[in-house]
């Protein structure tokens, strides 16, 4: 599956290009603040130069920190610029501006040539800005654009945007008659944006947007009108058994709620039942994690009733739960946790609910709390459980794989040696029931900057021996070259009906769509809130912040750390 980076313009055309850009608003050279004109010198200076990237990121700090309109259109080429970390960079010093001593001058061309910019990624990418860096003055351009704009994801962002901003009413009803539109994550947004500011007033048209088309956008009504205690009961069944799971999915995140039309204790707890039992394991999974959000007494024999009926991932996220709302680890036995629960039901406290995490989770306990009676499974990867059915492992083979995987040694096997060996040993292991792919993200060090996703197999097969041969012999094959990417290629998986990944690398991220450790963090939870797939982190041969990364990655998506080579 390759992913190409954006197209870029001839010679002639780009001066063109840029031309036009300066009539939009970007400074003439000769009239720009000599700070400016440095910082966009060594942006095109270094254009053309994969190595020299990081001149690049701070000019754009440079530009933040100056402020004023004419840093700000000196930020508008990048979001057409190959290296595509660059545009998230640009949206940052955007915020940084609206923030310093020029921010109301920052804010005003934002909200005035941003806004009304002819590409859509500028729009959406000024949007995110001013909804980080802004308060509610500016209500009534976002409340213009909202009214005008069609492109989806130019709409997400601004209902993300107004979400943030507290004390709405300009934005009353304007966010209800985007309702209707066809992309299913910008109505989604919408959706929960509209009830936080139109409150009763949106009922009806969320009401009407459960018979939309898309299913993100029927997942955005039930989520919304339960947030706003409006979903009738004679609803529910309806979204259990809808085609999609997403629907079901926002219902179990919604258990929290407590509402008229599923009380707690009431009719909560059969709902919970079903959608734990449902057909779908994204539901199942969503279901786990909305019985943490509950947070109560009445979730623990559901659960427990649910793990011999489960295998593989669910049975250990199933387990995993119980784990952190009791504090208990008595493994998978059903009979274990009955028999711990009948003697201590009526005296058990959990104590106060932990704080929900950035995407809205419940986490669950760290894996070095909750190792006793861990599990049937005895297959490892570097010592990492591997529980799943259903796998996708993912090696970010930069250049720095190349390196000794002793700490401190310039001698002895690679980094890219271990991880062959190790998945050798880990592929004769695995059971042959066990669906799996092996990927690679390549982003060459080039000019332009060559992206590709490669896989072994080209979709996902059993674990047979002629399976496992091929994949080995893929492995084989593969470099260490080039740059790491993180974000998109889970991204792609995103389409795959893979329940776990496990992803390998020797550090943090340095090139892709979100490069930096809390924007990856913030954006891909949010891209897998319907997909529910576990991302397991294995890291090689590094610590400090690439294992504080890897370690907050795996949390935040319900997966497991794992440092290569310990226990």
């Not at 009380?263 to 999974?285: D, F, K, M, N, T």
């Not at 005895?378 to 190349?402: E, H, W, Y």
Request: charged share 25%; net charge positive.
């Amino acid at each position: 599956m390759p992913l190409r980076a954006p197209p870029l313009l001839p010679p002639a055309l780009t001066v063109v290009c840029l031309g036009l850009l300066v009539c939009l608003g970007a400074p003439a050279a000769h009239g720009a603040d000599p700070k400016v004109k440095s910082a966009i010198a060594m942006l095109e200076d270094n254009a053309r130069l994969p190595f020299e990237q990081d001149k690049r990121e701070r000019a754009i700090r440079d530009l933040g920190k100056i402020g004023g309109k004419e840093a700000a259109a000196a930020l508008l080429p990048v979001f057409s610029d190959p290296f595509v970390h660059l545009h998230d960079r640009a949206v940052s010093a955007w915020i940084t501006m609206l923030k310093g001593s020029q921010a109301a001058e920052t804010q005003t061309w934002l909200t005035g040539r941003g806004l009304t910019h002819r590409d859509p990624h500028v729009r959406a990418s000024v949007v995110a800005a001013l909804g980080a860096g802004s308060g509610t003055e500016i209500e009534g351009p976002l409340k213009a654009a909202i009214a005008k704009e069609k492109k989806a994801s130019v709409l997400v962002a601004l209902a993300r945007a107004v979400t943030r901003l507290r004390g709405t009413p300009e934005l009353g009803g304007v966010l209800l008659e985007k309702l209707k539109h066809k992309d299913g994550a910008a109505v989604l947004a919408l959706a929960l944006a509209a009830a936080e500011v139109d409150g009763k007033d949106a009922v009806k048209p969320l009401l009407a947007t459960l018979r939309h088309r898309a299913p993100l956008a029927r997942a955005g009504a039930v989520y919304a009108l339960q947030s706003l205690d409006a979903l009738p009961a004679k609803h529910i069944d309806s979204i259990c058994t809808d085609k999609d799971p997403a629907p079901a999915m926002a219902l179990a995140e919604s258990l929290e709620f407590r509402t008229q039309a599923l009380p707690w204790p009431g009719g909560g707890e059969a709902v919970l039942e079903r959608l734990l039992g449902h057909r779908i394991w994204r539901v199942r999974a969503a279901a786990v994690q909305g019985a943490l959000r509950l947070w109560d007494k009445q979730i623990v024999l559901p659960l427990v009733d649910r793990l011999p009926a489960e295998d593989g991932r669910l049975k250990d996220d199933v387990r995993r739960a119980l784990e952190t709302y009791t504090g208990k680890a008595l493994g998978s036995d059903p009979d274990l946790w009955r028999a711990w629960w009948t003697q201590n039901s009526s005296s058990f406290a959990a104590g106060e609910r932990p704080a929900k995490d950035g995407a809205g989770n419940i986490r669950f306990r760290p894996a070095s709390e909750s190792a006793k009676g861990g599990g049937s499974t005895t297959v490892a990867f570097f010592n990492l459980p591997l529980r799943s059915k259903r796998f996708a492992f993912i090696f970010d083979l930069s250049g720095s794989m190349r390196n000794a995987a002793a700490k401190g040694s310039d001698e002895g096997p690679t980094k890219l040696d271990l991880l062959k060996a190790e998945m050798r040993k880990t592929l004769e292991g695995l059971p042959s029931d066990t669906e799996f792919d092996l990927y690679v993200y390549r982003y060459w060090s080039k000019y332009p900057p060559a992206t590709k996703l490669t896989r072994a197999l080209g979709k996902m097969k059993p674990c047979t021996a002629k399976n496992i041969k091929q994949a080995l012999k893929w492995l084989d094959q593969q470099e260490a070259r080039g740059w790491g990417a993180f974000y998109e290629p889970l991204e792609a998986l995103l389409a795959d009906d893979v329940d776990s990944v496990v992803l390998l690398s020797d550090g943090r991220p340095s090139r892709g769509r979100y490069d930096r450790d809390e924007r990856i963090l913030a954006e891909f939870p949010r891209a897998n809130r319907f997909k529910r797939m576990a991302v397991n982190t294995v890291l090689v041969g590094t610590k400090g912040a690439d294992r504080k990364f890897m370690q907050e990655l795996a949390a935040a998506t319900g997966g497991r750390f794992q440092e290569a080579g310990t226990k």
